[in-house]
């Protein structure tokens, strides 16, 4: 019988059961290297890359725009691209070129000393997204966390707020929800929280304007630190003033206001901030800007660096919480500054975004097609379809919509056709590389699970 999903849970399974086989089948080398892995803890480098649909995770052999080769020989074309890490596309040459100077004919790939390219980067952040001053750490998370601490510590004020189902990496403020009696809780999976979370955060759903003021009316919140769409529980986009109603309630509570850019980068040159006028105190970001090299970055309003930098009683150099040693290295800064000059400029995020276009709208239409009460979602060059239809409209609504037995059989028969999408939710991304034929190919197989799936 047809669920909520609108599927047959029966077919489903047989058909899951089926992809799972084949893909066991079509993988032995990779089967064989993850059996091996023995020291490694969950046999992975990181834990979540166990967050696969069919028993054990792909290996790469090699990767190079939007194509990517597992170690049995199998090509894909990647959606995915290492979840936003790689949206300049994989290996792009200048930045490789960039990387490879560095590293082999100028030397030190770590001297805890700035480099020319560090400034230029600054500068280009600068002109996209409008804030004047900027730093730099090895990840979004990072960033994240010397961002909250600023914040705390020119306002006087304990709490930091989020929104339900948000992402920021590993920020242990942020692992909070709205909870069935409208309060905040900790967020399942939030493994050893060094304090209740309830005691550092406050929370209020995407899209709710009064939920947010009633949090940010006890006076302790900080700051603000939001996406300015949901990303990783699935796209949520935000709905007409929300976002400028969240500008002015902050600033009337006197409360700071961080937009987390590390995944809705994808929607242009200057992100969420620059497409849709934003005016934040801070902004984050990592991932894509240094074409898949490690880096993270902030960026601070003019009023408020003058804040930071008028307070005496602050060591802003040597400080608990800034980036690392490794922070803002050579390396870094090269691959930044050639990504933004060459990969992720303003004329190619135009043609990633038409590209998603033609991905959002050939999704739509077969889900149409079946009468599927599905719905897709885009921001800039990334696109989602969703198991639900009206999309949801906050994180929490997002996460009940979710249906992890679908999501891998579609997962599973995608990928054994040569198309990855995320692995945590039904993300496509498009890279500079990424082609209407890519897209096409796409659909094509979709269309194919579909059929399948529903007859």
Not at 99 to 119: F, I, K, N, Q
Request: hydrophobic share 40%; proline share 5%.
């Amino acid at each position: 019988m047809p669920t909520e999903s609108g599927v047959d849970r029966a077919r489903l399974a047989e058909l899951a059961a089926r992809e799972r086989a084949t893909y066991t089948a079509r993988h032995p080398r990779s089967a064989a290297a993850y059996g091996r892995a023995d020291h490694l803890f969950g046999r992975v480098p990181m834990t979540w890359m166990n967050k696969n649909a069919a028993g054990f995770p792909v290996y790469v052999d090699r990767a190079r725009g939007a194509r990517l080769t597992d170690i049995d020989g199998h090509e894909y074309i990647d959606f995915c691209l290492g979840d936003t890490g790689a949206m300049a596309g994989h290996s792009p040459a200048p930045v490789v070129d960039a990387v490879t100077r560095r590293l082999s004919e100028l030397g030190g790939a770590t001297t805890m000393l700035p480099t020319e390219d560090a400034a230029l980067v600054g500068a280009e952040l600068a002109r996209r997204f409008t804030l004047p001053y900027w730093s730099f750490a090895l990840t979004a998370t990072d960033a994240n966390r010397w961002a909250i601490r600023l914040l705390r510590a020119v306002s006087g004020r304990p709490k930091i707020l989020v929104n339900s189902y948000c992402y920021h990496g590993s920020v242990d403020e942020s692992l909070i929800v709205v909870g069935a009696d409208g309060h905040g809780e900790s967020r399942e999976g939030n493994v050893g929280a060094p304090t209740d979370v309830t005691t550092t955060s406050r929370v209020a759903e995407f899209n709710d304007l009064a939920g947010l003021e009633r949090e940010l009316a006890h006076g302790d919140v900080a700051a603000v630190l939001m996406e300015p769409a949901l990303t990783n529980i699935g796209i949520v986009l935000p709905e007409e003033g929300y976002l400028q109603g969240v500008r002015e309630l902050t600033r009337r509570y006197g409360t700071y206001l961080i937009n987390d850019e590390t995944h809705t980068f994808s929607a242009g040159p200057g992100g969420a901030t620059a497409a849709w006028s934003l005016e934040p105190d801070v902004l984050t970001i990592g991932k894509a800007i240094a074409g898949g090299i490690p880096i993270g970055a902030y960026g601070l309003s003019a009023s408020l660096a003058d804040a930071l930098t008028g307070r005496s009683d602050l060591d802003l150099v040597d400080m608990g919480g800034v980036g690392g040693t490794l922070a803002g290295n050579p390396v870094s800064m090269a691959a930044a500054r050639a990504t933004l000059e060459q990969v992720l400029t303003d004329d190619a995020f135009t043609g990633m975004i038409a590209t998603a276009t033609a991905f959002a709208e050939g999704v739509q239409k077969l889900i149409d097609g079946h009468a599927l009460p599905w719905s897709v979602a885009q921001l800039g060059a990334r696109v989602e379809y969703r198991f639900a239809n009206p999309a949801p409209r906050n994180g929490t609504e997002s996460a009940a919509s979710a249906d992890g037995e679908l999501e891998d059989f579609l997962h599973v028969y995608l990928a054994n056709r040569g198309i990855l999408l995320t692995p945590f939710h039904n993300m496509a991304l498009m890279s500079p590389e990424t082609t209407l034929d890519d897209v096409t190919r796409h659909h094509e197989v979709f269309a194919e699970a579909l059929t399948e799936l529903l007859g």
